[in-house]
């Protein structure tokens, strides 16, 4: 008999757990909490085999009772269970002790110059090794540099980056909407067609390249990200303002940090930590960055219309705090020697997913909202 601990706060759906875990013969409830702080306790008193514990929960999340119930208890399994993915959960999870596995890249990575849509072109295929080997393990919630690759790349030049993981890696670190195609399979097929494709990018964050003059980061939403622009087309505004120094012959990147969703106060379970929290990482810690142009904002004026698991939590918030915000971004970039240059909040009064009442009006009057 495998003995069981439900933890979550909503009583509804603890009870509703606890009698489906009750239809099968060889799983006991032992007891039920829905409380954070009370799952190590009940644990000592019942011992359990297995845990299954809500990521949110009152008092100390479900993962901080995770770890710790692994500390008191580590005869009892953590079973995490959350109705809101949100990316960076896995990655804590193994962080703090959990089954998660790191991504495991000890097999070739490639690197070659794009030669159509799901394979480069062969005489430009090099293999990229970490340390002069054939691949990395990266540890949870960290990031791993390759050695530098001899590739000779001109302004513009389209890369493919082919990565094999080897094993099982559960939820994949991944950038949502790419607006490009990303090609996938079961398997180790780096030299064979693929058999899926996706709309999102994985485990990669970037490719850094020697020569240039410095770079220009483009930081924000889903205006920076390129959501709703051409598939494949790399028409974002920033490949458009790429093209502008690649015309004039000046050797200068320009980098896309934008996230759809995300906004300057608030972390998002769907769309990432908040600008000024990942102002550090996304741009002043990028090499050879001169300038950021940021374009954030309106998702923190407009996500108080929305009530979604992605859009909480989802205070008002004041035109002075959204200020502030960007203030801090200014005072980072300025105490790294970054300029800073600002972008306009786009007017948004009439757009569909805030105003559905007011354009099924505009449609029942015959006009175009």
């Known amino acids: 008999m495998i003995r069981v601990l439900p933890a979550e706060d909503m009583r509804i759906l603890r009870e509703a757990l606890a009698g489906l875990l009750r239809l099968e013969a060889d799983l006991e409830i032992v007891a039920e909490v829905e409380h954070g702080d009370a799952i190590v306790p009940a644990a000592l008193e019942h011992r359990p085999d297995v845990a299954v ?20 208890l580590p005869s009892c399994k953590a079973l995490i269970l959350t109705a809101v993915g949100r990316p960076d959960n896995p990655r804590r999870h ?3 002790g959990g089954p998660a596995a790191p991504p495991d890249l000890r ?19 090099r293999a990229v090794t970490f340390g002069r080997g054939h691949g990395t393990v990266i540890p949870a919630g960290r990031e791993a540099v390759s050695d530098a690759v001899r590739l000779p790349v001109t302004a513009l030049d389209k890369l493919s980056v082919t990565l094999y993981v080897k094993g099982a890696t559960g939820p994949a670190t991944f950038h949502d909407i790419a607006s490009a195609t990303t090609f996938r399979t079961r398997g ?19 490719v850094d390249v020697k020569g240039g003059a410095g770079s220009v980061v483009t930081f924000g939403d889903s205006a920076t990200d390129g959501t709703g622009s051409t598939q494949d087309a790399d028409n974002r505004h920033p490949d458009q303002l790429a093209e502008r120094p690649a015309a004039s ?31 550090q990482r996304d741009v002043l810690d990028r090499p050879g960055v001169r ?21 909480t939590p989802n205070p008002v918030v004041t035109a002075e705090q959204i200020i502030e915000g960007h203030r801090e971004l200014i005072r980072a970039a300025r105490a ?20 559905p009442a007011d354009n099924a009006a505009d449609a029942r009057h015959g006009e175009d909202p």
């Open 291 to 311: 300038s950021v142009i940021v374009m954030a904002g309106i998702n923190d004026i407009t996500y108080p219309l929305m009530d979604t698991p992605c859009s």
């Open 249 to 279: 012959g000046r050797r200068l990147g320009v980098l896309n940090a934008g996230i759809s969703g995300n906004r300057v106060l608030n972390d998002s379970a769907c769309f990432g930590e908040k600008a000024t929290a990942r102002f």
């Open 336 to 355: 790294r020697g970054v300029r800073g240059v600002g972008g306009t909040i786009t007017p948004f009064k009439g757009n569909p997913w805030l105003y």
């Open 53 to 72: 514990i809500d990521i949110q929960l009152p008092g100390i999340d479900g993962l901080e009772a995770a770890a710790a119930l692994h500390e008191r």
């Open 94 to 96: 193994a962080a703090r």
């Open 188 to 206: 180790d097929h780096r030299s064979r067609a693929f058999t899926g494709t996706s709309s999102s990018w994985y485990h990669l964050t970037g």
């Open 107 to 125: 097999h070739r990575t490639e690197l070659s110059g794009l030669g159509g849509h799901q394979a480069g072109r062969p005489a430009t295929t």
